[in-house]
């Protein structure tokens, strides 16, 4: 089979630089940050600019942007796109900008952003439009099947994006009212990249928590990637083992010491990235990750909530 392209998805909380460079180094072609407020980038907030950090080693990363005003998502689009502004921390510059027409939280929503912005089709298009106008690198789009099962329109926003000239659209199979039940519709992705000129990228994301689902997403929609999202919270090696069945090589999964090792070393790079306290706090929850379906594994949890220090997770993890 011919490799396809394997992309972290953005998640809120979780793709901060230092899970990044861990999937990467476990077989992730492509990453996208967090997702980064247009309003916030022009109003110069410095705690936003640091979602946009680059380290070195994440050099093929998009940043995603959100928001619904075209005129405010293209000056903050100007910005990351060039790093000139307050706090940018760029080792490789970004190979994209992402806007986000997909996260279904409420308080994103409700401000007429992510997948509100499905919608309004026409807004979706020139949203793109003013981002495509101010930046030199690519714009890609993710979205959803649509706002709720009487509206699915992926196609047609979709085309909007397209028309106004994005050069990829990634497609999560559920609508935002499904939220992340039930299971993801592999035919709306399908029907997106039907839809769409053969030489604009549509990539798969949803559902993919083993080789077997990544196969059936390339058989069942087309698509010219996969794109993974929670299955890598806790097995970023699931990238590993799907590019070693496109290569047509031996996957070996890791052992149990190996995952620990591993979130231990997350969490560690965590709170070099972010100070012990806030770093610790943050990554209690995503090192339990990991350790899911493991013998002891809700001792272990336990301990991990109540631990503050680097050391604490340390013993916790290694026991």
Same mark, same amino acid.
């Given at each position: 089979?011919?490799?396809? &392209?394997?992309?972290?998805a953005?998640?809120?909380?979780?793709?901060?630089?230092?899970?990044?460079?861990l999937?990467?180094?476990?077989g992730?072609?492509?990453?996208?940050?967090?997702?980064?407020s247009?309003?916030?980038?022009?109003?110069?907030d410095?705690?936003?600019?640091?979602?946009?950090?680059?380290?070195?080693?994440d050099?093929?990363c998009?940043i995603?942007?959100?928001?619904?005003?075209?005129?405010?998502?293209?000056?903050?689009?100007?910005?990351?796109?060039?790093?000139?502004?307050?706090?940018?921390?760029?080792a490789?510059p970004?190979?994209?900008?992402?806007?986000?027409?997909?996260?279904?939280?409420r308080k994103?929503?409700?401000?007429g952003?992510?997948?509100?912005?499905?919608?309004?089709p026409?807004?979706?298009?020139?949203? /793109? !439009?003013?981002?495509v106008?101010?930046?030199?690198? &690519?714009?890609t789009?993710?979205?959803?099947?649509?706002?709720?099962?009487?509206? /699915?329109?992926?196609?047609?926003?979709?085309?909007a994006?397209v028309?106004?000239?994005?050069?990829q659209?990634?497609?999560?199979?559920?609508?935002?009212?499904?939220?992340y039940?039930?299971?993801?519709?592999?035919?709306?992705?399908?029907?997106?990249?039907?839809a769409?000129?053969?030489?604009?990228?549509?990539?798969g994301?949803?559902?993919?928590?083993?080789?077997?689902? !990544?196969?059936?997403?390339?058989?069942?929609?087309g698509?010219?990637?996969i794109?993974?999202?929670?299955?890598?919270?806790?097995?970023?090696?699931?990238?590993?083992?799907?590019?070693? /069945?496109?290569?047509?090589?031996t996957?070996?999964?890791?052992?149990?010491?190996?995952i620990?090792?591993? !979130?231990?070393?997350?969490v560690?790079?965590?709170?070099?990235?972010?100070?012990?306290e806030?770093?610790?706090?943050?990554s209690?929850?995503?090192?339990?990750?990991?350790?899911?379906?493991?013998?002891?594994?809700?001792?272990?949890?336990e301990?991990?909530?109540?631990?503050?220090?680097?050391a604490?997770?340390?013993?916790i993890?290694q026991?």
């Open positions: 089979m011919e490799p396809l &392209p394997l992309i972290l953005p998640m809120a909380g979780f793709t901060d630089a230092p899970f990044r460079l999937c990467r180094r476990l992730a072609d492509r990453t996208v940050t967090e997702m980064v247009a309003q916030a980038m022009v109003y110069k410095r705690k936003t600019a640091t979602l946009a950090k680059i380290p070195e080693g050099d093929h998009a995603q942007l959100f928001g619904h005003d075209p005129a405010v998502m293209g000056e903050a689009a100007a910005m990351l796109a060039s790093g000139d502004y307050a706090g940018v921390s760029y490789h970004p190979v994209a900008i992402d806007i986000n027409m997909g996260c279904p939280v994103i929503v409700a401000s952003d992510g997948s509100a912005l499905m919608q309004n026409a807004l979706c298009g020139q949203v /793109v !439009a003013a981002v106008r101010t930046v030199r690198i &690519p714009v789009v993710k979205i959803r099947a649509g706002w709720d099962k009487e509206h /699915v329109n992926a196609v047609e926003v979709a085309a994006c028309e106004n000239g994005a050069a659209i990634a497609v999560h199979g559920r609508t935002r009212n499904q939220m039940a039930p299971s993801s519709d592999n035919g709306v992705i399908r029907s997106v990249r039907q769409l000129p053969a030489n604009v990228p549509v990539i994301n949803g559902d993919i928590r083993s080789v077997a689902d !990544a196969l059936a997403m390339v058989e069942e929609t698509c010219s990637g794109m993974i999202g929670r299955e890598a919270l806790g097995n970023p090696w699931i990238f590993a083992a799907v590019g070693a /069945v496109f290569a047509g090589q996957y070996i999964p890791p052992t149990e010491d190996e620990r090792r591993t !979130a231990m070393d997350l560690a790079a965590i709170v070099q990235d972010k100070g012990e806030a770093g610790v706090r943050e209690r929850g995503r090192a339990a990750h990991f350790i899911r379906g493991m013998r002891g594994s809700a001792r272990m949890r301990g991990l909530n109540r631990a503050c220090t680097l604490q997770v340390r013993e993890l026991d």
